[in-house]
């Protein structure tokens, strides 16, 4: 019973460009939406989250979009730089049930 | 200063042999989970405790013991290992329940069961 779908597991993107990850999502009693981002042998990083009232939120080069009526959200990085190479988990969090679900995952990796 | 640190970060055993990983967090919160990362790759919350108190017992087999001396730890104790109980375990924290489910996890103890 997977709520959350990261369908892509690796992305690879061309410094400067915009990389784009995707997550869908089963559960409509979800509060936030938050993105984690991991490097190897770390611990997920929190990055950015968005309420479930809104459908964008933005901080530096960071952007996430949430469509509720789709479910899903997809997170933007422009311009790419070569230190955003992890992986990247969409997480939703529910406050009744009090836990973040995430997703598997996407790897994404910037080219130089 | 590590905020939420875990000991041991890698743990090598036999199957059948019991294990505790430690953590610890000095950020002042007082909500504190386990999350397991499997071979999927998928984190999944194992448990979370408030000011030691158990919150969240997920579908957990009831060898895993979770222990929370004072809310600025929580420990995990496994009984009886398994083959499938290799995984990455991670422990986080928040300020607060009923917040808007940002974590700060420690850096992983890879557990790998002979």
């Known amino acids: 019973d997977q709520q959350v779908k990261q369908n892509s597991p690796s992305l690879s993107v061309q410094e400067g460009r915009i990389s784009i990850l995707n997550c869908d999502y089963t559960n409509s009693m979800f509060d936030y939406f938050l993105w984690y981002k991991k490097y190897p042998a770390e611990g997920p990083t929190f990055l950015i989250s968005?309420?479930?009232?809104?459908d964008k939120n933005e901080d530096g080069r960071f952007t996430v979009f949430l469509n509720k009526s789709a479910k899903h959200l997809s997170l933007h990085i422009v311009p790419s730089q070569p230190g955003d190479s992890a992986v990247y988990f969409c997480a939703p969090f529910s406050q009744g049930a009090q836990k973040l679900v995430f997703g598997q995952g996407t790897r994404l990796t910037i080219n130089p | 200063d590590t905020a939420v640190s875990q000991t041991p970060k890698y743990l090598v055993t036999q199957m059948g042999n019991d294990k505790s990983i430690k953590c610890e967090q000095n950020?002042?919160?007082?909500?504190m989970y386990w999350y397991k990362q499997d071979s999927k790759k998928f984190l999944k919350i194992m448990f979370s405790y408030n000011n030691k108190e158990l919150i969240i017992n997920e579908t957990v087999p009831n060898r895993f013991s979770p222990k929370s001396p004072d809310k600025a730890h929580l420990n995990l104790h496994i009984n009886s290992l398994e083959l499938g109980d290799s995984a990455v375990y991670f422990c986080?924290?928040?300020?607060?329940?009923?917040?808007?489910?940002?974590?700060?996890f420690g850096e992983g103890s890879r557990l790998t069961v002979l």
């Open positions: 950020l002042g919160h007082d909500t």
């Open positions: 986080a924290s928040s300020h607060t329940t009923g917040g808007a489910g940002e974590l700060f």
């Open positions: 968005i309420s479930s009232i809104k």
